[in-house]
C-alpha cells in the first residue's frame, strides 16, 4: 500500500427534515452573512427555498440570493457570485442543490478571497483558503458534499476542468433522502450512473493488494447494484433513496481510494461530451464507461474479472478470465440500460462527425500534450477509437 | 434508514515513516507544550519514542514525558498525568501506543481542562472539551485512533466503564503499519478479534433496510478473513499489516454504523473479563463472541445466516436457515482459533466459580439495574447462561 493521508473534516446531518437544521449549523460553523447559491425552479416550488430561509431567520443570520446554477456550471455566474459576497461582506456559501450547486458555491467561496482570477484555480493552482461553505443536497450523484473538489465550465471555449483543496470541503452537509424523492427517473439514473463511475474510476489501478479498498468499493457498488433498480422502480422508496444518498458521499470523500493510483479516464472523456453537448454527465458516463473498460480491459484482465465475479455475481472462467471479464462490463452495461440511461452516441445527443474536434479538446486541450493518464495512458488515436466505440 | 450525524474530522497521515511528522502535525493542529504519554519498554527499546521526540525538537516544540500505560488502562495513572499537564501548562497530548495509551491519553485531555472528577465522565458525563490529541498508533485493534471513545478501569472495584465526545476525537492520528510487525503473534490476533469485534456489534441491528451499511461492514469483515491469517503466518508481511490497520480506523470512526441501532452486548460482557482477569480485551471477546451470537442467533436467524452465507461463504440452507446461520457462527470461532485465540474460560484464565460475581458486576455495577441492553435485552440468568457456555 501506498503512504496517503486521508481527511474528511465535513459534519454529515443525515435524514428527515434535516433541511430545518441549516441556520443552527450555519452558525454553528461561524457563518455570520449567507449567500445563498441554487439552480432553478424546482428548490423554490418545493418550498425547501422557504424552509431554508426560516432556519436562517430563526437564528438571526441575514442572506443575500443567487439563484441560476445550469448543470455543467459555467465560470459567468461565478463571477457574479464572486462580486455579490465582495459587496454584501458575505462570509459563508450556503449551495442548496446539487453537485453543480455546490461546485459553482466552492468557485464562489475560493474566489471572493482571491485577488487574482479565480479561473487560475481551475487550471492547477491549488486553493489555500475559501469562504467556509455549507451544503442541503438535493440529488445522489456527484459527491461534492463531501469532497475538496469542483468542476466548472469555462464560456470561452466550453473548457470544463477541475480544482480542488481542504478549504472547499463543505464545513457541514445536510442530506435528506426525501428531497430526492421528487427527481425525475432519468436524473436519478443518471446521479446513480456518477456514483458508480466514481467507484470504478478508484478500482482501475495499476497497485496491488490494496484488499481493504476493493472490498469498500466493491461493498457500495454491490449497494448500488440493489438500490438503483428499486429507486427507479419507486420513486417515493426513502429507504432505497438513503442508502444510494449515502453511499454517494461514500463514493467520492475518497474513504474508496486510499492508498493506491486510480483511473479517472472515463470522467476525463466524458467530461468533454457535456461541455460540448451540455449532456446529464451521469449520462455521458454511462456511455463512455463500457467503451473505455472494454478498450483498456486487456491492460490488467484480473481486475475486471474480479470486478465481474464479485459485483456483478459472473462464474470466474478459470481457462478464460478474460471472457469474465467481458461479461463483467456488460453487465455493468445492461443494468445501466435498465435504469434508463442511453447506450450510444445517438441517444446521447453526440454525434459522430465532431470526434476530432473532442479528441483534439481532449488531448491537447488547457496544456494537455496529446495524451490522458489513468489506469492506462491514451493518446489521440485511442481516444478516437473509444469514442468511435459509442456510436 | 434512521436519522443520523456523521462526524470524522481526524486528519489521518498513513504509512511507512510517518512518525517523523509527528512534529510537524502538532504544530499544525496548535500544540505548544506537549505530553508524550506511552506505556512500557517496547516504544522504547524499538527507538520509535527517540523519533517522536527528534521530530518534536525539530519544530521546537516543548514536551514532557509520562509512560507505564498498562493494557485496561487504570484510573490511577489519569489522575497522575492530569496533575504533570496542570503543573507543566501542557496544551496538547501525545499518545504513543496503542488503544490503551489513546483511552488514558483522552481521559487525561478532558480532565485537564475540568474542574470535577475526570470521572464522571465515564459514569455518563459527556465530555464537552478536552485538550487537542494527536496518537501515533503502534497497534491496530481498538479504533481510538478514530473514534470519540475511551475506556478506563478505575481500581477501586475495578470497573471498566466507557466515555465519549467529540472534543476527545484526535486531531490526527499517525499509522505506520511497519511499527505493528515487530508485534507477537498473540497480539496481533487479539487486535484483529477487537476489529472484527467492532464490525460484528454494528452488524446486529433491529434496524431494516440499511444495505449500505451492511456491505460496508461485510468488505471489512472479508478484508480481516482474508488478511488475518497472513499476518499471523508472517508477522512482516507490510501489505497485509496496512490493509488490517486501516481496516481497524474504518471499523469504528461509525463509518460502519450509519442510520441504525448497534448492538455492543459482547463489549459489556466481556469488560468484566479483562477487568476481573486483566487478559487482552481481543482474546476475552474471541471466547465471548461466539457464546452471545449462538445465546441470541434467533432473535434474528436471518441476520446471522446473511453473515453466514456474505462473510463466510457458507451455502445457504434456505429450508432451514438457522442451520447456515449456526455454521456462520462456527466458520467464526474456527477462525478465531486458527489465529490462536483462546477458544473458552480455561485457556483465557477465567474461572466458572466466579460467574456469580462477573454476572452482579456486570448487570447490577454502576448503576445498572439488572439487565444489558443491545441486540437483545439480557438479563442476570441470560448472562449465567452466557458465561456457562463459554466454560
Known amino acids: 500500500m501506498e503512504n496517503f493521508e486521508f481527511y474528511s473534516p465535513t459534519f454529515f446531518e443525515f435524514g428527515k427534515d434535516t433541511e430545518n437544521k441549516a441556520g443552527e449549523l450555519v452558525k454553528r460553523f461561524g457563518g455570520n452573512k449567507v449567500l445563498i447559491h441554487y439552480g432553478g425552479g424546482s428548490v423554490v416550488r418545493s418550498g425547501l427555498l422557504d424552509r431554508v430561509k426560516s432556519s436562517l431567520d430563526n437564528e438571526n443570520i441575514p442572506y443575500v440570493e443567487l439563484g441560476g446554477v445550469k448543470p455543467n456550471p ?3 455566474l461565478v463571477y457574479e457570485g ?20 455546490i461546485d459553482s458555491s466552492k ?10 482570477d479565480f479561473w487560475d484555480f481551475y487550471q492547477g493552482k491549488r486553493i489555500e483558503k475559501a469562504l467556509n461553505i455549507g451544503t442541503i443536497l438535493t440529488i445522489a450523484a456527484a459527491g461534492s458534499e463531501g469532497s475538496p473538489d469542483s468542476v466548472i465550465t469555462k ?4 473548457f470544463k476542468r477541475g480544482a480542488s483543496g481542504d478549504a472547499i470541503r463543505p464545513k ?21 450512473t456518477d456514483i458508480m463511475a466514481h467507484l470504478y474510476e478508484r478500482y482501475l489501478t495499476n497497485s ?3 484488499e481493504v479498498t476493493d472490498r469498500l468499493i466493491e461493498a457500495l457498488l454491490l449497494t448500488m447494484k440493489h438500490e438503483g433498480p428499486r429507486v427507479i422502480e419507486n420513486p417515493d422508496n426513502y429507504d432505497a433513496r438513503a442508502n444510494i444518498m449515502w453511499a454517494g458521499m461514500m463514493a467520492h470523500n475518497n474513504s474508496c481510494g486510499v492508498g493506491r493510483s486510480q483511473d479517472w479516464n472515463s470522467h476525463t472523456i466524458e467530461h468533454e461530451l457535456s461541455a460540448l453537448y451540455d449532456c446529464a454527465h451521469g449520462a455521458g458516463l454511462a456511455v463512455t464507461m463500457p467503451a473505455v473498460f472494454t478498450y483498456t480491459m486487456n491492460h490488467n484482465v484480473m481486475r475486471f474479472a474480479k470486478a465481474a465475479v464479485r459485483i456483478w455475481g459472473c462464474q470466474m472462467d478459470f481457462e478464460h478470465p478474460e471472457v469474465t471479464a467481458k461479461e463483467g462490463i456488460e453487465a455493468f452495461r445492461n443494468y445501466l440500460i435498465s ?8 441517444e ?10 473532442l479528441v483534439n479538446v481532449l488531448c491537447r486541450g488547457d496544456g494537455r500534450e496529446g495524451t490522458i493518464s489513468g489506469f492506462v495512458t491514451l493518446n489521440e488515436e485511442d481516444c478516437t477509437k473509444i469514442y468511435k466505440m459509442m456510436v
Chains 1, 2 share one sequence.
Open 74 to 76: 459555467r465560470s459567468g
Open 82 to 101: 464572486i462580486d455579490l459576497c465582495k459587496k454584501e461582506n458575505v462570509d459563508f456559501v450556503l449551495a442548496v442543490g446539487g453537485g453543480s450547486v
Open 107 to 116: 468557485a464562489i467561496a475560493a474566489g471572493v478571497v482571491y485577488d487574482g
Open 155 to 158: 464560456e470561452e471555449g466550453m
Open 172 to 192: 457541514f452537509s445536510i442530506l435528506n433522502p426525501a428531497l430526492t424523492q421528487t427527481l425525475p427517473s432519468f436524473q436519478s439514473a443518471a446521479g446513480i
Open 208 to 210: 496491488t493488494e490494496v
Open 339 to 346: 435504469i434508463g440511461m442511453p447506450k450510444n452516441f445517438e
Open 348 to 357: 446521447l445527443g453526440a454525434k459522430e462527425e465532431d470526434i476530432p474536434k
